[in-house]
């Protein structure tokens, strides 16, 4: 694909967390398709996603994010031994106003620790004494990002850090009301996030728990509707709402496999699974054939189902079989024991 060099697009690249080795790039992918922002894809490294895109609005739908760390703008990509002044160099063509830091970091064994920190520190020294540039390494006006990855350096100005340490805010031991079951905070946005969640999309949990589902939609103005089986469960996830100021979640006490809800533009959750979480005495893969025929029932055309199921489960044969189309699946181990997947359907 020709890369698009309309005014105001520029080379990007976002540093991503390591935690799942696809998932991260997918949320991505989720975001700009939900912001309606369009792209090239160029060759990505690990943990570094590059892309070219309009600034302004990538730099907004930025802060959705909770696998990334921080967005750049592309000056270069260097082998890996590049000297500083190969790096510096193009630094200088930006005329940058004001300050300057530059920060290595290392993707996984890519350079040992020592190695990036006296990178670092040359960078800096060199930058200030033989080119003149201001450093400053505590507050400095622009960060210049060199990112160590498969053989190559990835210089970048660094435009804006991601969501995720907002998102992470919200996560288990910082809400009034948890339970060993809940969903982890920061794959619940990540999970919004691949639905193409946005602003004022109705977005349905009819296993809403803790409510961290809903607690996400509404940080992307999206409109939470949940439901559980379960009453002491209901009325707890109140505590987080208010906790969170959420209060324009929906909740309903009620049944997955025959919800009142009339439309959805979104469906995500968590369905209960294993020792710890209740499905009141019903079979696991009965819940799950009751619960995709009714989301499916309720999701608008081209709406998204995301959720959770034990790999061992075979539920994609109840997606088709209800006129949703499998788009991904990603496998998240949980620990030895048990690995769970994710899937992405398609109305």
């Not at 639905?195 to 977005?203: C, T």
């Amino acid at each position: 694909m020709a890369l698009n060099t309309q005014p105001g697009w520029a080379r990007l690249f976002a540093t991503v967390s390591g935690e799942h080795e696809r998932l991260p790039y997918a949320e991505i992918e989720g975001v700009l398709d939900a912001e309606n922002i369009p792209r090239n894809i160029l060759e990505c490294f690990t943990q570094v996603y590059r892309f070219t895109a309009p600034l302004e609005p990538v730099s907004k739908a930025f802060k959705r994010l909770a696998l990334s760390h921080f967005l750049c703008e592309e000056i270069g990509v260097f082998k890996q031994g590049a000297s500083c002044n190969e790096l510096i160099h193009p630094v200088l063509d930006l005329e940058l106003k004001g300050s300057v830091a530059f920060r290595v970091r290392r993707i996984r064994a890519s350079i040992s620790p020592e190695e990036a920190s006296a990178l670092e520190a040359e960078l800096n020294r060199k930058a200030s004494n033989s080119f003149g540039l201001l450093v400053d390494l505590e507050n400095p006006t622009s960060i210049l990002e060199v990112v160590s990855s498969d053989g190559f350096l990835i210089l970048g100005r660094r435009v804006c850090a991601s969501g995720r340490r907002s998102v992470l805010s919200r996560s288990g031991g910082r809400k009034p009301f948890f339970h060993p079951s809940s969903l982890k905070v920061e794959l619940a946005r990540t999970m919004l996030n691949l639905a193409r969640v946005r602003k004022g999309s109705v977005v349905v949990d009819p296993f809403s728990g803790t409510g961290t589902v809903l607690v996400e939609a509404h940080e992307l103005k999206a409109f939470p509707v949940g439901l559980d089986v379960d009453p002491v469960m209901v009325y707890s996830s109140l505590r987080n709402y208010r906790w969170f100021k959420t209060l324009s979640v929906c909740q309903v006490l009620g049944d997955a496999r025959h919800t009142p809800f009339r439309r959805a533009d979104a469906v995500v959750t968590d369905p209960p699974y294993g020792r710890r979480a209740s499905t009141h005495g019903s079979e696991s893969l009965r819940v799950y054939e009751a619960f995709v025929k009714d989301a499916s029932r309720m999701l608008s055309d081209n709406g998204w189902m995301v959720f959770l199921a034990p790999s061992r489960l075979p539920v994609e044969g109840f997606l088709e079989s209800n006129g949703l189309r499998l788009m991904e699946t990603y496998f998240i181990e949980v620990h030895m024991n048990l690995t769970r997947k994710l899937l992405v359907a398609k109305g």
